[in-house]
């Protein structure tokens, strides 16, 4: 029997919703994860300060007893956003970061940033007293390939900010490329990445070919097997650059299962099996402790969790439940379609 023991690990990109989804998901994340970056993609956004603390007693609100949780907020960029709010944000030490979505590019974007410049006073404020930009890295140009827009993001949004405003420190969240893998390499110490479990372990054939897969559909979309690759060896490669952020985006079945489906694979209850499991395959277990519990704390000058996660190796497959069943219909947790072995024990 292996076992591996960890620091806590944390989740630095997760969406919990609200209401009763949030109350069905919390538990799944605050089994294994002691803190996690939440997403502002609610509907209305979590825009002010006001909201963010608003969200945040919601959440605690929603945790059950026994369970040990601290939410990280975030403030949803819009174009009226007001700076002074932000660095009050920042001050109140409840919010860790700024979130960049580009109108448009997902869930619940559509109040999110169509020109950078109108946000300019806001990241300057970010650079100045070190508040990071959590970006969602696509562009949503029509005519830019779905399957090229965190390329193309890269090239052209990402790329003139930070030379730009080289002290904003900004996370690529979710990247999906070796083009991203690339450029979080060659960054200074500003700029991160996350990486999800999903995008460790499906490429866009686990979506489209013998059949369209619903429940693999999240966006950034998973690409072709190359880029899967590229996260493995960079998830894998100890570099302080890359951590976890699971993504784990609950959407009812009734909704992935649907004409146009919703993005997100809700990865929350099984993350940390699939993650030693990947780790392993990759002879790298070692290094599953620096992407999952320190590198993350690191870019974000926070302590690394005094408390432990254990895993162990059995001979029998681990088992989830199917779905997690939330009083507005189920969710379907992600399934890898090969059986997982490391189970989370304490
Ligand atoms: O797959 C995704 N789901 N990607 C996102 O960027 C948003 C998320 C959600 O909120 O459902
Ligand atoms: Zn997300």
Same mark, same amino acid.
């Given at each position: ?23 069905? *998901? ?11 970056? @939440? ?38 960029? $819009? ?27 997902? $869930? ?20 100045? @007293? ?7 890295? !696509? ?6 390939? @779905?399957?090229?827009? !965190?390329? *193309?993001?890269?090239? +052209? ?20 490329? !070796? !083009? ?13 990445? +996350? ?56 959407? *009812? ?15 929350? +209850? ?37 408390? $432990?996660? $254990?895993?162990?190796?059995? +001979? ?7 779905? @997690? ?22």
């Amino acid at each position: 029997m292996q076992t591996i023991t960890l620091p806590r690990p944390d989740d630095w990109h997760l969406h919990l919703r609200d209401g009763a989804m949030l109350r069905a *998901v919390l538990p799944e994340s605050a089994r294994h994860f002691a803190r996690a970056i @939440i997403m502002p993609n609610l509907v209305p956004p979590v825009v002010t300060l006001d909201d963010a603390q608003a969200y945040h007693q919601q959440i605690m609100a929603a945790l059950p007893q026994g369970m040990d949780f601290e939410p990280l907020m975030t403030l949803y960029l $819009t174009e009226s956003t007001d700076p002074t709010d932000v660095e009050r944000a920042a001050a109140s030490g409840l919010v860790k970061a700024v979130k960049l979505y580009p109108a448009g590019a997902t $869930t619940n974007s559509h109040g999110g940033v169509r020109d950078l410049n109108m946000v300019m006073p806001v990241l300057e404020t970010m650079a100045r @007293i070190g508040l990071p930009l959590c970006t969602h890295g !696509e562009v949503t140009t029509p005519e830019v390939d @779905i399957f090229d827009r !965190e390329a *193309v993001f890269i090239d +052209t949004v990402l790329d003139p900010l930070r030379r730009s405003l080289p002290e904003l420190r900004v996370v690529m969240e979710h990247i999906t490329t !070796e !083009e991203g893998v690339a450029y979080a390499a060659e960054g200074s110490d500003t700029l991160a990445a +996350t990486i999800t479990t999903h995008h460790l372990i499906i490429n866009r054939n686990h979506i489209l070919a013998g059949g369209i897969k619903p429940h693999y559909y999240c966006l950034p979309v998973a690409k072709r097997e190359k880029h899967r690759l590229a996260l493995r060896r960079a998830a894998t490669s100890g570099s302080p650059r890359y951590f976890l952020g699971t993504d784990s985006a609950p959407h *009812v079945d009734a909704l992935k299962e649907h004409a146009c489906g919703c993005a997100g694979c809700f990865t929350a +209850t099984n993350t940390m099996s699939l993650l030693a499991h990947v780790f392993e395959e990759e002879g790298a277990l070692d290094r599953l402790e620096g992407f999952a519990s320190r590198h993350g704390p690191t870019f974000y000058g926070l302590p690394v969790n005094e408390r $432990t996660l $254990t895993l162990e190796k059995r +001979t029998e497959p681990c088992i989830w439940p199917e779905k @997690i069943q939330a009083d507005p219909g189920p969710v379907t947790v992600f399934n890898p379609g090969f059986p997982v072995h490391w189970h989370v024990v304490t």
